[in-house]
């Protein structure tokens, strides 16, 4: 027993010691891929998630995760290569100019930042996956009537998706936002494996986003979905109990749809057929409050502003017709969308104040003696 603890205490003291040691991009990964693993612990620990099912999903993601990856590797490498000839530089072979890559990462966190962040998404992503499906599905959604009153007073008494339908109800108004809303599932994980390849200069909005990449599906997507149980208004009459405005709802998107197939009627019709699946699929699983969809788009709206502020206004236009979208097909209720809002600009400030945190934080001899003394213990 001794002996387990003495080698327990001697791996503890030495992942200490390898972190402390670290820099702030080494410390930033280390945390992001931490709360990571610690998220899928409590997933696959929860003992409702088969590990075989996840491992299946998780390779599925992985693969494409690195084959995009790989992808914008190339395409970071054709940039910088025409910028060289742009600026008159005589260009490296690309043997050369890859070893002086790879050093300069192996320098920068032993190219931790660059080869991990795939496997975290993927690892993110199934995560979520399978706490969305067996485990969200065992709350019930209860918070229905009440953010449905909440909307009530948002709209002053009126239904959100009634006033959008007035505003967009044809069939051309009706299909684009169908459009806008679907594409950003495609858009969503690209910043996270965009920051692979990003310059060491920055480290601090890299370190930012992705804090709030995974806070976003960790806190929002999966503990306060979890204490705030919805279904949405499509899935009212379905899953919660009767409601005509809400078949209302569903009535005037399947006219719409008769006319122009929707995207959203389909996945809505997948997400009740699939919704006490005892298998594990890929994006199953049905929660409103708070909307992640949302929330992400606000989170590159935040991000791009940070960068370049006719970029932050261009998705900033892009989350606003995104909230839209989610409350004239049925997705969410309008206060789903601001509930996103408020949390997700918390949440960013948060993240900052923690990037910060690391940026500065040094870890003292005493400190480390002290932590090193009460492992001996």
Known sequence: MNLQKAGENCVTRSIFAWISRGNREQKAIILQLGLVVIYAAFVLGSGLVKFDEILGIWLIYL?????????????????????QMELGQASPPIGQWLKSMITERWERDRGLSLIALPFLL???????????????????F?????FEQ??????????PWQVTHALFGS?????????????WFSLMPLGVLLCAWQAK????????????????????????????????????PALVGPSPTFSDLHAALMQTNGQDSLESIALQQMLLGNHTQTKMAMGVGISAMPSVHNALAILYCLTTFAINRKL??????????????????????????????????????????????????????????????????
Do not use: C
């Not at 914008?72 to 910028?83: A, D, E, N, Q, W």
């Not at 979905?225 to 899935?235: C, H, N, Q």
């Not at 236009?317 to 839209?324: D, K, Q």
């Open 201 to 236: 200069s920055t480290w601090r909005l890299r370190t930012q986003f992705l804090l709030s990449y995974i806070g976003v599906w960790i806190i929002l997507g999966s503990i306060l979905a979890w204490l705030l149980p919805a279904a949405g208004p499509v899935f009212v």
């Open 171 to 183: 069939v051309a108004a009706t299909s684009f936002l169908d459009h806008v809303y679907h594409a």
């Open 63 to 83: 693969s494409g995760a690195y084959a995009l990856w790989a992808i914008f590797g190339m395409f970071v490498l054709i940039g910088l290569l025409l910028t």
């Open 142 to 146: 209860r918070f229905d009537a009440l």
């Open 312 to 377: 932050g206004i261009l998705f900033g236009l892009y989350a606003f017709a995104i909230w839209i979208g989610s409350i004239h097909l049925g997705w969410h209720y309008a206060v789903d969308g601001v509930a996103s809002l408020i949390l997700m600009i918390g949440l960013w400030k948060l993240t900052g104040l923690a990037a910060d945190r690391l940026d500065k934080q040094a870890v003292s001899p005493e400190y480390q003696r002290a932590v090193e003394g009460s492992l001996a213990l």
């Open 122 to 140: 993927a690892t993110l992503i199934s995560s979520f996956n399978a706490f969305k499906q067996f485990i969200l599905v065992k709350s019930t």
């Open 150 to 159: 909440w909307d009530h007073i948002l709209f002053l008494g009126h239904d």
